[in-house]
């Protein structure tokens, strides 16, 4: 009998196994190691010879994410039923789990299960009923019985739940920067600040010369084009005053007449 057979209600089972030996028992699992009627629930023993290779059936409670929802024995001949995973290697030894008969299982995940298989148990005799337990068949003159129980789901306080990612001025910011420069890496042309932005002269540069003032620059009277044409064509049009050079000559030639 399992060790927690008369503890109600139980966790479904996660996973089923076979030993080749009580010594060496993995963490977290339990032992099948007696019958309801506290016989040896050795699955190997012979009847008429005393054999030195034991089996013993073993399952796990641990919360996996997946669960035992069936079991079945089939003949090694038999073939396997569709979705269930035959027991074949013991998990201390690796070597062969059972002989002339095979246990298999069905797993279903952990969320979707409504019920799972929740303990495991061996009779002496396949005639003899327990309650609330459905008998899978004779293995080694024992019956094997296994009896279902609803799966507990998680509280809404044990389920963790997001909080909604609010972007903040800084974080927009941050992101539409990013989107620019992913865009410039691509070649998409963006616009700049001073796209669109005219350049033109300011309007108090645009004075006619007539208008611009004369600058005296060391005595030096710089004058426009069209002042310097004016006074040249005067000049023209005007005797020019003699030269003080010319005005000597004249009169050095008057006074020797």
């Keep these: 009998m399992s060790e927690e057979s008369n503890k109600l209600p139980m966790d479904p089972i996660s996973a089923v196994g076979v030993l080749s030996s009580l010594n060496k028992v993995p963490d977290g699992y339990y032992v099948v ?59 201390d030894k690796k070597e062969a789990a059972m002989r002339k008969r095979r246990l298999c299982v069905k797993m279903s995940a952990r969320e979707a299960a409504e019920t799972a298989v929740c303990d495991i148990q061996l009779t002496a005799k396949s005639k003899y009923q327990l309650v609330n337990y459905t008998c899978v068949g004779d293995i080694n003159n024992m019956g094997l019985w296994y009896r279902m129980g609803d799966v507990p789901r998680r509280t809404s306080s044990q389920k963790t739940k997001s909080a909604p990612k609010i972007d903040t001025p800084h974080s927009t910011t941050r992101i539409a ?81």
């Design 177 to 257: 920067t990013s989107r620019q420069h992913e865009q410039q890496n691509a070649g998409i042309y963006t616009m700049t600040a001073l796209e669109d932005v005219p350049f033109v002269v300011s309007e108090k540069f645009h004075k006619k010369p007539q208008e611009m003032q004369q600058v005296n620059l060391m005595g030096i009277t710089i004058k426009s084009l069209a002042e310097i044409e004016e006074e040249v064509s005067r000049g023209c049009n005007a005797r020019l005053p003699p030269t003080p050079l010319a005005q000597n000559a004249k009169q050095t030639v008057l006074g020797c007449n």
């Design 33 to 91: 190691a007696k019958t309801t009627d506290g016989s040896d629930a050795d699955l190997w023993k012979d009847g008429l010879f005393k054999s030195k290779v034991t089996r013993y059936l073993c399952f796990s409670r641990k919360t996996e994410p997946e669960v035992v929802v069936d079991m079945k024995l089939i003949d090694f001949k038999d073939p396997l039923p569709e979705s269930f995973t035959p027991v074949q290697e013991t998990l």
